[in-house]
């Protein structure tokens, strides 16, 4: 694709518009959208006048004027992005804390199931966490298995399916709606983790029947670094499942100051602690961007940005091991190359921003908001640049950062 075609694309996209709502660098080509995305104009100002004003000037009242209901109401707003009714999401704690909320809640459903079954190679953080909460009750375990050995693995001791929509480093998708229906016709629970799927590609949890769901806030939802992630509990659940880090905001009352323990109603159980009022109120502003967006313009143009990087990767001879079916990826594409961190860095240095996960994989999130056709042309020419050149062979670039 030359420039000029380019350009001619990104002249009749629909969602060209939404660039301008973002502040990105100038001579930076962001591909790291599915990492960290980028910063929405709106949340600056969101975020100043949560300090200023809703805490500097209304100090403690501002609980009572917008605080205190912001996990349901952010969450509503999050529901149709993922399929859902807008009572059964919330925004609480982090991705990792939600996926022990609900691992446990699922575990403590039926004393007769005590096993999660998940997939070797998931991200690390659904596995670590996994074998903590199993830690937690005496006689449950962990069954972690490759994908194609999922289904066997499905026995009548299970509690749950935990599983990540979308893989973190290949980009491949299950098919929702026929894992939840494995899960289900085994007698277990199923656990999405929606992670590199909220704002990447269309979700239906409900259309799928799916059960519960966790996602982070801060990829393609662009909520900023640790921005607070939400979780989901389909209605049929709310009254059975409970949340085991019974905190003072998950209680039916909690400034009545009982000592004893009552779940509030609905989804409000699973809050735990004190809400991060201004972690919520970057994440509300980069939500509300959302509102009159097309998920399928956005799923069109993730396909077509997905086809031209892979036509340049592959001709360059990088070796794709993302799917080429768009019903079977996400939205990033990822390429193997031995020396794929050292590559990473040379292309950060120009300004091409993606990123390397171990041991030999080059990520690149496609953002379809605010990337274009250009962009992707044009990081195009950087990389075969680099890899021309053999610039990233600079030993520079093999120092490891803590960060990748």
Known sequence: MTLDQARALDAADP??????RFALPEGVIYLDGNSLGA????????LGDAVERQWGERLIRHWNEGWIEAPQ???????PLIGARADEVIVADSTSANLFKLIVAALRRDPTRNVVVSEL??????LHIAE????????????????DALEAALGDDVALLLLTH????????????AWTRRAHDAGALVLWDLSHSAGAVAVDLNGCDADLAVGCGYKFLNGGPGAPAFLHVHTQWQD???????GWMGHAAPFAFEDRYAPAAGMTRWLTGTPPTLGLA?????IDLWADIDMAQVTAKSIALFDQLHAIGTGLALECVSPTDPARRGSHISFRHPQAYALCQALIARGVIGDFRAPDILRFGLTPLYLGHEDIARAGEILAEILDSGAYLDPSFSKRHAVT
Do not use: Q
Request: proline share 7%; glycine share 8%.
């Open 73 to 79: 109401r952010i969450g509503a707003k999050i529901a």
């Open 240 to 246: 059975t499942l409970t949340n085991p880090l019974s």
């Open 166 to 177: 979308v893989h973190y480093k290949t980009a491949e998708r299950f098919d929702m709606a």
């Open 121 to 126: 190679g998931n991200f690390p953080t659904d």
């Open 282 to 286: 970057g994440l509300e502003a980069a």
């Open 15 to 20: 969602l060209r518009t939404m660039r301008e």
């Open 132 to 147: 903590g909460a199993v830690g937690c009750l005496p006689g449950a375990s962990l069954r972690a298995v490759p994908r």
């Open 39 to 46: 910063l929405p104009r709106a949340t600056a100002a969101a």
